[in-house]
């Protein structure tokens, strides 16, 4: 079938309507997508807008900072709304791309969350944005099942993990559906359609509307988010705080605006997220400018070095005086079949949670099932009985400033890794092209997704 544009109201989709459009575009969800968009796409495009003049500041010689305008907002006594119940106990979530059968497995396995990925995960083929709204929504309403060309079938366990989404970032864009001749943001395009599909089985389970926010670059971001929740509650007639998020704290503007994100978006986060990888690619990208902040080859740049340990730290008491969670970074390793490389692997994985652990996180990300017992194993050694680790407050820390956020980190920069990182983004870009988001590239078993 031939491309065509098929228009409602002001949003044109430039692909037709097979079967499986027409369960998730249905008129009413196109509807709610249509004001979301034009409510909110014009307030995100200044939002991009300041990104820019921001990163020029910065490369023209202004360090990122605490900023003193909100000083107010970091030392006045508050605290974020609350959590649902099934968001108490957050011990190791699992994430990954949002294909029937990783869906499955993923809510089958050892842990407490699984996030369906629309972001870092996702080459967004058309077809697979489609299905894999699909996959949720069947995954919601228990009926999801998958059968491989063995015969084998695949259905989920009784009590599988509670769900989160995890929407595309701000600067996304969803191609195939333009508004005033330019492609919607991604973002809203995920959120609006999950929520949409989703809410009501999702509230009458005892769960609710659960979202995670990638690539956030300011308290602006995160109260634009808020904006977008309220509206969404207001229109469907749900109480404040239905809609909850835990947003990824991954980029170096974000590191200084914990305190301002977790107020703007007081009535609906639950946490934030140390996103390590994209926070190491931040690092990179925004002092980019500066030689002395170079980093040295990727396996020496572990969450020991003083800079990423003053991020996960600072972090944790950030959200802890909120009563919000915060969780810990990705594992980005999978098991090997060869039993020397996979303990190496999951030793590896060992001392990276015990290290989240013990610095007071309230629980940590995996990428694939085989490292869920292990993690699983670390967290229940150091949390016992509790829940979580919300009552530590590292109150004994001393102040983290901007110095120790910025610093520069040690380590070789050789040409072998140089050739590593060149030869590892290459691939990726190669898998992507090919519609796969999330590929096995390392050669010591990390994930070398977006």
């Known amino acids: 079938m031939t491309e065509q544009a098929t228009t409602t109201d002001e949003l044109a989709f430039t692909r037709p309507y097979g079967e499986q459009e027409k369960q998730i575009l249905t008129a009413e969800a196109v509807e709610f997508l249509t004001e979301l968009v034009t409510h909110f796409t014009p ?37 974020i709304r609350g959590i649902p119940a099934d968001l108490e106990d957050r011990r190791v979530e699992i994430t990954g791309p949002v294909e029937r059968k990783m869906v499955i497995n993923a809510l089958n396995a050892n842990v407490k969350v699984f996030m369906a990925d629309f972001e870092d995960s996702l080459a967004p083929d058309w077809n697979k944005v489609i299905d894999e709204q699909i996959n949720l929504r069947d995954a919601v ?11 084998k079938i695949y259905q989920l366990k009784p009590n599988p993990a509670v769900l989160i989404c995890r929407v595309r970032g701000l600067h996304l864009p969803e191609k195939h559906v333009t508004w005033r001749g330019e ?22 389970k ?17 109260a634009w988010w808020s904006e977008v929740f309220s509206y969404a509650e207001d229109r469907f007639n749900l109480p404040r705080g239905t ?14 605006q914990m305190d301002e994100i977790l107020h703007a978006l007081r009535d609906h986060i639950v946490g934030l997220n140390c996103g390590r990888w994209d926070y190491i690619f931040s690092y990179i990208k925004t ?6 902040r170079v980093l040295p080859d990727r396996q020496a740049v572990t969450m020991d070095k003083p800079f990423l340990n003053a991020y996960s730290r600072l972090l944790i008491k950030t959200c802890h005086k909120r009563g919000a969670f915060a969780m810990g970074g990705m594992a980005a390793f999978i098991p090997s079949k060869d039993e020397e490389r996979n303990n190496q692997v999951l030793n590896k994985v060992k001392a990276d949670k015990a290290l989240e652990a013990n610095n007071g996180h309230d629980g940590t990300w995996i990428a694939h099932p085989g490292l869920a017992d292990t993690a699983m194993a670390v967290f229940n050694d150091i949390l016992g009985s509790r829940k979580n680790q919300l009552e ?11 110095d120790q956020l910025l610093a520069p980190c040690d380590g070789e920069r050789t040409e072998e890794g140089m050739r590593a990182n060149i030869r590892v983004a290459v691939q990726y870009i190669e898998a992507w092209i090919s519609g796969n988001g999330c590929a096995d590239l390392w050669p010591d078993g990390r994930c070398g997704d977006g």
């Open 206 to 222: 005892g769960s609710g509307p659960y979202f995670y926010l990638p690539k956030t670059q300011s308290w602006q971001e995160a």
């Open 287 to 292: 002092l980019k400018n500066y030689p002395d």
């Open 243 to 256: 809609i909850k998020a835990t947003l990824l704290i991954e980029t170096l503007p974000a590191v200084f």
């Open 43 to 79: 307030q995100r495009n200044k939002l991009l807008a300041a990104r820019i003049q921001q990163q020029q500041d910065i490369d023209n010689g202004t360090l990122p900072d605490f900023i003193s305008e909100t000083a107010s907002i970091r030392d006045a006594d508050w605290k």
């Open 183 to 204: 492609a919607i943001p991604g973002s809203l395009f995920d959120f609006a359609l999950y929520f949409f599909h989703n809410y009501q089985a999702l509230l009458a």
């Open 141 to 151: 309403n228990g009926t999801i099942s998958y059968t491989n060309e063995a015969g």
């Open 392 to 402: 530590v407050l590292r109150e004994q820390d001393a102040p983290i400033t901007a």
